[in-house]
């Protein structure tokens, strides 16, 4: 990463993890999923409100930990609101492998989260980034050929 982007890097993430967009819980309705990142101490709590056909109506998070898990969990969110399921599930994956392998052109779709791409070389820190992204994975799990009414809101965490 060139220092031009480095820099802009860290500004994004600390202007997420000070002002982390759609911090809160939706309650009623939403599919609630935990997670925990033990290793650094960050945690998690996902409201994924499902609509109709799996969109995404709405998404919040609450949460505490390191700069980077709340900050991409804050992105993540801005992003996944209004998306369809498939959307989503693309977003996900094309997330997971900006991360995880060497992506030379990652996805416009991305937007700011294709600075996150730097915590590759850093393996503590991909356990930080994807902690949002794996609970919505499991939200995803949970709604999976399911009516929206028979989705369980129960805050179970299987880890
Ligand atoms: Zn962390």
């Known amino acids: 990463m060139n220092s031009?982007?480095?820099?802009?890097?860290?500004?994004?993430l600390l202007d997420h993890s000070k002002r982390p967009r759609n911090y809160g819980e939706i309650g009623?309705?939403?599919?609630?999923?935990?997670?925990?990142?033990?290793?650094?101490?960050d945690e998690i709590?996902?409201?994924?409100?499902?609509?109709?056909?799996?969109?995404?109506?709405?998404?919040?998070?609450?949460g505490q930990?390191?700069?980077?898990?709340?900050?991409s969990a804050s992105m993540m969110t801005m992003k996944l609101k209004g998306k369809s399921r498939e959307e989503a599930t693309e977003m996900l994956r094309?997330?997971?492998d900006l991360i995880m392998k060497d992506v030379?052109?990652?996805?416009?779709?991305?937007?700011?989260?294709?600075?996150m791409q730097g915590v590759r070389k850093f393996p503590?820190?991909?356990k930080c980034a994807m902690l949002a992204w794996r609970a919505f994975e499991e939200a995803l799990e949970r709604v999976k050929g399911k009516g929206q009414a028979e989705v369980s809101t129960e805050a179970d965490d299987p880890s």
């Not at 031009?4 to 994004?12: A, G, I, K, S």
């Not at 309705?29 to 925990?36: K, L, M, P, T, Y």
């Not at 930990?65 to 900050?71: M, N």
């Open 94 to 96: 094309s997330f997971q």
């Open 65 to 71: 930990g390191c700069a980077i898990s709340q900050a």
């Open 45 to 62: 709590n996902l409201d994924v409100q499902f609509g109709e056909g799996g969109k995404v109506d709405d998404v919040k998070f609450t």
């Open 28 to 41: 009623e309705g939403a599919v609630r999923v935990h997670g925990d990142n033990p290793s650094c101490g």
């Open 104 to 115: 030379a052109e990652p996805p416009r779709m991305l937007g700011d989260l294709r600075l």
């Open 4 to 12: 031009e982007l480095e820099e802009l890097y860290q500004q994004v």
């Open 124 to 126: 503590q820190r991909v």
